[in-house]
């Protein structure tokens, strides 16, 4: 059955970093554009970060530039978020999705997502 997992969230305090998981299996990860994305309570769903099948190109939100890194294990079928100095903003799930193409903008999901992971950062 194909699935997105995400792992790696939790609590930690403002400044600190965590490293995000998103796990693909039962179908083609590796020929997927990827992306993460965030939702707080009451807020719009961010676009924070995507990588492209061929690991070439990669985009971040505006509010993670400089802070976030993505990356990808194409032979492990994972795609990472590393997240540093983290701030009580950024408290939200996390979920990963595959995309019909990751862009500047505008990213837009297609066959899969997974149900995400919380992040709080608080003291």
């Known amino acids: 059955q194909p699935q997105l997992v995400e792992s790696g969230g939790g609590l930690v305090q403002p400044g600190g970093s965590l490293r995000l998981s998103c796990v693909g299996s039962g179908f083609a990860f590796d020929h997927y554009d990827i992306g993460w994305f965030r939702q707080a309570p009451g807020k719009e769903r961010e676009e924070i970060s995507c990588?492209?099948?061929?690991?070439?190109?990669?985009y971040y939100g505006d509010s993670v530039k400089g802070r976030f890194t993505i990356s990808r294990d194409k032979g492990k079928f994972i795609v990472y978020l590393q997240m540093n100095t983290l701030q009580p903003e950024d408290t939200a799930v996390y979920y990963c999705a595959t995309l019909y193409r990751c862009q500047a903008t505008n990213w837009y999901q297609s066959h899969y997502r997974g149900q995400g992971t919380q992040v709080t950062v608080s003291k």
């Open positions: 990588v492209d099948r061929s690991d070439t190109n990669r």
